[in-house]
Each structure stands twice: as C-alpha cells, then as structure tokens.
C-alpha cells in the first residue's frame, strides 16, 4: 500500500528449506492495482486503467538448499539466506517493471 520496500517473512524461506521437494518459485510484480480498485472507499472497479504484470524468471532453490544442507546450516540461517535471495530478485523485478510500466505508458514516476 505504502509503495515502501518491504522485507518478506522468513515464514516463505522455512517452506522452502523445508519442502520434500524443493519448489521453483517464480516471482510476479505489477503495477497499477491500485489504480483499479484503490484501497480505500468507494470499492469499486474503475476501467482503462494501466496495469502491468511482470512475471520474472524461475528461481531455483536446489543450489542455495544443497549447499545449506551440506554445511549444516541452523533453521535460522537457512531461512534469512532463501528469504534474502527472494528479497533480492522481487527488488530487481520491481525495478525492472517500473521502467516497463513507465516508459509503456509514459506515466510520470
Ligand atoms: C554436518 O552434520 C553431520 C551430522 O551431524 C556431520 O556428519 C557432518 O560432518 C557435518 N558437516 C559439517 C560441514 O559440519
């Protein structure tokens, strides 16, 4: 809401860390939500609003999680690292979104 950098919970690295299967996450930015329907009243759809939607590339924990495992790595540890390697690429992604939102829709930042 606020538009401010945000830090993500561990709560998405534990599931990660901890998953049988190690998941491929694919991290989703966008822009202009709140255009559509503001978060505050009236509640309504407002139309032809700009939207962008920018889906980044897979991210594959099967490294990051090998190498946690093999150097015994506490829960702790384990959850910052694959929190922050996240983190890291949802920043990247929202960078790379605002100049895709902005230079299509030539909207002043
Ligand atoms: C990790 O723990 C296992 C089991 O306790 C032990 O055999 C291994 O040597 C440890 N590895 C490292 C890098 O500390």
């Not at 930015?29 to 590339?57: A, Q």
Request: aromatic share 10%.
């Amino acid at each position: 809401m606020t538009k401010e950098n945000m830090r993500l919970k561990w709560g998405v690295g534990r599931m990660i860390f901890e998953s049988l299967v190690t998941p491929i996450v694919i991290p989703i930015w966008h822009i202009g939500m709140d255009d559509v329907l503001p978060n505050e009243p009236p509640y309504y759809l407002r139309l032809f609003k700009k939207l962008t939607l920018n889906f980044g590339n897979p991210i594959d924990f099967s490294e990051l999680v090998r190498t946690l495992r093999a150097r015994n790595a506490t829960d702790v540890e384990a959850r910052k690292e694959i929190t922050d390697l996240i983190q890291n690429e949802l920043l990247k992604l929202k960078k790379e979104t605002e100049t895709l939102h902005f230079n299509s829709f030539r909207i002043k930042s």
